[in-house]
């Protein structure tokens, strides 16, 4: 059915002179229903279909860009991904590979569960592009009940079962059809925290300047207030009369986008932190000698993201810099400080189901003379050497480096689900990878003018682990990873590991 509806838009599209408007959501009235796409977790090289233009010479000219399938999702928000428009002409010889990579684009929205391109000249002179899409189900509101800590720090607190969340999570991952997400946060128990969260990648025609709002209040009735050989220590109980943190921030920032594959963001923030008087007299440095602070943060970051695919890449490549100046307020005060971070990651093919990858990550923190314990937290915190998940390294500066080899062990057909009728829920993809690694990396730096505790070993040692894991990877950008790790230096010891993101 597709496939006759393109060549009618081919029929009407051949206008030898003026470049062709199409509507906007072009083929929302050609087509109500459109025939459900499978969903992709385990991307093939291609998902585009081309049929031969009989009549084209070296190059072709663009007649019209359809789309089908985004019911909600608006059309500009589309186009503006998109290299080419009505009226250029094409390389036919590179033609497969230029619609490959704005298929890739429009995918990696995380809009949509599968794109398909379709091309054809349709027994004309001029090129019928059509994008075909399988829209996600976008309102999602998400009961909270979850765990105060990560999974593999929290089941080693004695506390453990008193550390639990629980409250609503709501989020539309497709606010206004332009792909902008309105996130509300309401939650209770051990960890309180309500938050209302705006962005937009971009706002007009261009979809060039976008814009992100933010405001966030945080209680919790625990917290790693020192560390001590190497490891987070907390309160022994939760305070009953007081909370040991409360947070509060508002930020508001301009986001400056060419495609979803390259865009940066400049933000402006303030934030207010306060400690009890338990935590002051446990650890007089978690704030520098203050019970409360307040500052101002500027954050600058630009990305150019150019992985297949977003949520567990195969090829491509990974690059994100961003540099920060925190500048805290009142008399006395701390000192401020500049931050500068970079990450570097490369996706390889190397045949036969085989993926390498390949990533640094490195960041470092000048010209303040003394930092608090919570800016002070590197290795554990802002980067992970696999493996020292129980570990907490503080310095100034932080490097790590790390590598993988995957083979994609099973990858079925999509199992549909008889008994739900709804395309973006009903049917489910999976696909598994064995995954082989190491890591390395460590910190540098003192953060403190006097000493850090002698019981702490891992500041400026190199830590380096190994290990083994099963990737699952579905719908929705779910992957899950299972991981037995032999940690080799330091703490020597082999301990199993569940992450709910891809590592590197």
């Known amino acids: 059915m597709l496939g006759g509806l393109l060549l009618a838009a081919a029929a009407r599209a051949q206008q030898p002179t003026a470049r062709p408007a199409a509507p906007p959501d072009s083929l929302r009235q050609l087509e109500d229903h459109p025939r459900s796409l499978a969903p992709v977790v385990a991307p093939t090289d291609t998902l585009v279909r081309i049929s031969p233009c009989a009549t084209a010479g070296p190059r072709v000219r663009v007649g019209a860009i359809l789309f089908a399938g985004n019911h909600r999702t608006v059309e500009r928000a589309l186009r503006a991904e998109l290299n080419f428009r009505e009226g250029d002409s094409l390389d036919v010889d590179n033609l497969a590979a230029r619609l490959e990579a704005n298929r890739r684009r429009i995918y990696n929205l995380q809009l949509f569960h599968a794109v398909l391109v379709q091309a054809s000249c349709g027994g004309t002179g001029q090129l019928t592009v059509l994008f075909s899409v399988q829209e996600r189900w976008y309102v999602l509101p998400t009961p909270i009940f979850s765990l105060a800590d990560?999974?593999?720090?929290?089941?080693?607190?004695?506390?453990?079962?008193?550390?639990?969340?629980?409250?609503?999570?709501?989020?539309?991952?497709?606010?206004?059809?332009?792909?902008?997400?309105?996130?509300?946060?309401?939650?209770?128990?051990?960890?309180?925290?309500?938050?209302?969260?705006?962005?937009?990648?971009?706002?007009?025609?261009?979809?060039?300047?976008?814009?992100?709002?933010?405001?966030?209040?945080?209680?919790?009735?625990?917290?790693?207030?020192?560390?001590?050989?190497?490891?987070?220590?907390?309160?022994?109980?939760?305070?009953?009369?007081?909370?040991?943190?409360?947070?509060?921030?508002?930020?508001?920032?301009?986001?400056?986008?060419?495609?979803?594959?390259?865009?940066s963001s400049f933000d402006f923030a303030y934030r207010r932190e306060q400690i009890s008087d338990l935590i002051y007299n446990l650890n007089y440095d978690y704030l520098l000698g203050f019970q409360q602070r307040q500052y101002l943060e500027a954050t600058f970051f630009t990305t150019n993201n150019q992985r297949n695919t977003f949520a567990y890449p195969l090829t491509g490549q990974f690059l994100q810099g961003g540099v920060g100046f925190r500048q805290f307020l009142g008399q006395p005060r701390s000192p401020g400080y500049l931050s500068l971070r970079v990450r570097y990651?490369?996706?390889?093919?190397?045949?036969?189901?085989?993926?390498?990858?390949?990533?640094?990550?490195?960041?470092?923190?000048?010209?303040?003379?003394?930092?608090?314990?919570?800016?002070?937290?590197?290795?554990?915190?802002?980067?992970?050497?696999?493996?020292?998940?129980?570990?907490?390294?503080?310095?100034?500066?932080?490097?790590?480096?790390?590598?993988?080899?995957?083979?994609?062990?099973?990858?079925?057909?999509?199992?549909?689900?008889?008994?739900?009728?709804?395309?973006?829920?009903?049917?489910?993809?999976?696909?598994?990878?064995?995954?082989?690694?190491?890591?390395?990396?460590?910190?540098?730096?003192?953060?403190?003018?006097?000493?850090?505790?002698?019981?702490?070993?891992?500041?400026?040692?190199?830590?380096?682990?190994?290990?083994?894991?099963?990737?699952?990877?579905?719908?929705?950008?779910?992957?899950?990873?299972?991981?037995?790790?032999?940690?080799?230096?330091?703490?020597?010891?082999?301990?199993?590991?569940?992450?709910?993101?891809?590592?590197?």
């Open 345 to 504: 990651a490369r996706y390889v093919s190397l045949g036969h189901q085989f993926y390498y990858a390949g990533g640094v990550n490195a960041g470092t923190k000048l010209f303040a003379s003394a930092l608090g314990e919570n800016d002070a937290r590197l290795l554990g915190a802002d980067g992970l050497v696999r493996g020292y998940d129980y570990y907490v390294v503080e310095g100034r500066s932080f490097g790590v480096v790390q590598q993988g080899l995957s083979w994609r062990a099973f990858a079925p057909p999509p199992v549909r689900v008889p008994f739900i009728n709804n395309a973006k829920i009903n049917t489910l993809p999976l696909a598994i990878y064995l995954n082989a690694f190491a890591d390395a990396g460590l910190t540098t730096g003192t953060p403190v003018p006097r000493p850090l505790p002698p019981a702490n070993l891992l500041p400026g040692q190199l830590l380096a682990s190994v290990g083994l894991g099963v990737h699952f990877v579905t719908y929705y950008d779910r992957v899950f990873c299972l991981e037995l790790i032999r940690t080799l230096t330091v703490y020597p010891a082999l301990g199993f590991f569940l992450r709910t993101s891809f590592p590197i």
């Open 150 to 263: 990560d999974f593999n720090v929290w089941r080693t607190r004695p506390d453990r079962w008193h550390r639990l969340d629980y409250g609503l999570h709501l989020v539309d991952t497709n606010f206004r059809g332009r792909a902008e997400q309105l996130t509300a946060n309401v939650q209770f128990g051990f960890n309180r925290k309500f938050e209302l969260l705006y962005e937009a990648p971009g706002l007009g025609r261009r979809r060039r300047v976008g814009l992100g709002l933010a405001v966030s209040y945080y209680q919790s009735r625990n917290l790693d207030y020192n560390v001590l050989n190497d490891r987070r220590v907390s309160l022994p109980a939760a305070e009953e009369d007081a909370f040991p943190i409360q947070r509060f921030y508002a930020s508001a920032g301009l986001r400056l986008r060419h495609t979803v594959q390259l865009s």
